[in-house]
């Protein structure tokens, strides 16, 4: 049976990551009862520190001594996102610019999943890149254009080596 984050924890923990101006992003909790881990989550829109984190997790190591559930918990792990996780809020796109996203989004009715390349960024929409087409027949251009975030359903940075 997966762990369950009690309902009275996220306000704890999101408390703890705007006393550092950051925002918590995703919440896991993964293991058994008896070895809960809480792996947090964060970013801010200049990304988020080494320091921001540690002082996140230590933040939550006081909180502990007064809550029966963190104190529960074996690990709490305060991290970046990664590139493995979705860009959630419109200021994450804006770091990414130039960047390839495997982006789904919504086109006639139906959802579309692609790579494109992030040209620009706001707190509207988005610009992006589709690479041309391969065709026997006619070699066509690149396509540029923009998504208002209501119809973007995921986009996951692409890591190219």
């Known amino acids: 049976m997966p762990l369950e984050l009690p309902g009275d924890i996220r306000p704890i923990l999101e408390s703890a990551c705007l006393e550092q101006d950051a925002t918590l992003i995703e919440v896991v909790l993964r293991g058994s009862k008896e070895r809960m881990i809480l792996e947090l989550y964060v970013d801010t829109p200049a990304g988020i520190t080494l320091e921001q984190c540690e002082s996140i997790n230590r933040t939550l190591l006081v909180e502990a001594e007064s809550n029966t559930f963190l104190d529960a918990v074996r690990s709490i792990e305060v991290s970046s996102p990664g590139t493995d996780r979705p860009l959630i809020h419109w200021w994450q796109f804006p770091r990414n610019?130039?960047?390839?996203?495997?982006?789904?989004?919504?086109?006639?009715?139906?959802?579309?999943?692609?790579s494109v390349t992030l040209l620009e960024?706001?707190?509207?929409?988005?610009?992006?890149?589709?690479?041309?087409?391969?065709?026997?027949?006619?070699?066509?251009?690149?396509?540029?254009?923009?998504?208002?975030?209501?119809?973007?359903?995921?986009?996951?940075?692409?890591?190219?080596?």
């Open 121 to 161: 960024a706001d707190e509207h929409c988005i610009v992006v890149q589709q690479p041309k087409k391969k065709s026997k027949q006619i070699s066509s251009e690149d396509t540029t254009f923009s998504l208002p975030y209501s119809e973007i359903h995921k986009a996951i940075v692409l890591v190219t080596m």
């Open 97 to 114: 610019i130039g960047r390839t996203l495997e982006l789904t989004y919504t086109k006639d009715d139906g959802l579309i999943t692609e």
